[in-house]
């Protein structure tokens, strides 16, 4: 209606008094809406503090339990036993056999190597390691037999960046390297990969060389990362590795040095409901039994933390811009930046590195 019609309409008091009851509808309106947001708003904080009070009353009960006998502390003793035991006898076992053990198993020779085919020779030494733990595509078709997954159960979820072009990244805990050569896929323009296990790094090799990577890797630990050593990197992987370290705040200082881009970090880590939102993190040690039905043990694991605890220790060593990308909790990954952005460049050779 025009200005004027409604002017005219206006003198009409039928009209006039429908108007007034449509204004006074649309106040009444906006009047409620504000009531039902002010609601919500309200709703979710008393949400959040009954969160907060269950967390709380779900802690104290713990400590009555505890305090009253009817339940063992989480440290308790009981908790570590049947892991011990199991570390002993695999210990025994392995003294047991040591005079007539290797670091390395033998590989067996193969018959008519000199007739063989690059392809058959490379199936021969992929299928002659007993153990793979990462599953890989060593040539089109050709598969390791690893038992876990990486493409499937990990690459979706721990934020490597789709494209690489030109960084330098470094793989730490790179096991037999999928995340290396999924780096140089990606257009890293190197990749460097260290792990403190022998057997990896042979059967990375084994993959470098049938896929003709330009990948890296060396037998290193963690510990001793430094610039002066490898140089320093654009991206950092350390995926798979904390919680299998025994010192793993001085992990996080040795990363620290050489990361002068992007970190991406990934752990298991268990939330402890009495103590959500508190840094805090549980410590093993003799392994820990794993498994569906804990029939499985693992003697590398030591700590085992809680997403607080992964971002308070981070925080401490200097990363910012932290983030968790995932929180499944497993996999829980986070992201994280050096705060002196600054392009990877490799060791200064003239300064003999290796020296």
């Known amino acids: 209606m025009s200005s004027f019609l409604k002017s005219l309409a206006m003198n009409v008091p039928a009209f006039r008094n429908h108007m007034k009851r449509v204004n006074e509808l649309s106040a009444e309106r906006d009047r409620l809406s504000f009531i039902s947001k002010r609601a919500t708003e309200e709703r979710n904080r008393m949400a959040d503090e009954h969160g907060e009070l269950a967390a709380e009353r779900d802690r104290l009960a713990l400590e009555l339990e505890i305090l009253s006998g009817r339940k063992k502390p989480p440290f308790a003793q009981d908790d570590w036993r ?7 006898e695999l210990s025994s076992k392995i003294r047991a056999s040591a005079t007539s053990s290797r670091l390395s198993p033998p590989i067996e020779p193969l018959r008519e190597r000199m007739n063989e085919s690059i392809v058959g020779w490379i199936r021969h030494q992929v299928e002659a390691e007993k153990y ?9 078709g ?4 690893g038992w876990s997954d990486p493409a499937v159960e990990k690459l979706p979820y721990y934020g490597l960046p789709e494209d690489l072009t030109g960084k330098r990244v470094l793989d730490i805990g790179c096991a037999e390297g999928f995340f290396s050569f999924e780096a140089e896929r990606r257009g890293a323009r190197e990749v460097i990969g260290i792990d403190s296990f022998p057997d990896s790094i042979r059967r990375f090799n084994i993959t470098k060389a049938a896929r003709q990577s330009n990948a890296s890797a060396f037998l290193m630990n963690v510990y001793d990362l430094e610039p002066k050593r490898l140089g320093t990197f654009d991206v950092v992987l350390f995926y798979g590795v904390f919680y299998h370290l025994k010192h793993p705040q001085y992990a996080l200082e040795r990363i620290r040095t050489v990361c002068t881009g992007d ?11 009495a ?4 840094p805090w993190a549980r410590y093993y040690p003799h392994g820990m039994m794993s498994g569906s039905n804990k029939e499985l043990y693992d003697p590398t694991v030591f700590w085992i933390f809680n997403s607080a605890c992964c971002l308070a220790m981070l925080d ?4 910012t811009d932290l983030k968790i990308v995932s929180h499944d909790p497993d996999p829980f990954v986070i992201s994280g930046r050096s705060p002196e952005q600054s392009p ?4 200064n050779q003239t300064e003999a590195p290796w020296c």
Do not use: D
């Open 344 to 347: 990877g460049i490799p060791p």
């Open 275 to 278: 103590v959500r939102g508190v």
């Open 132 to 140: 793979w733990f990462q599953k890989i595509e060593v040539l089109p």
């Open 82 to 88: 049947e892991a011990k035991r199991r570390k002993e």
């Open 263 to 273: 970190l991406l970090f990934q752990t298991h880590m268990y939330e402890e409901p």
């Open 142 to 145: 050709l598969y390791s037999s």
């Open 316 to 319: 401490h060593v200097g990363f």
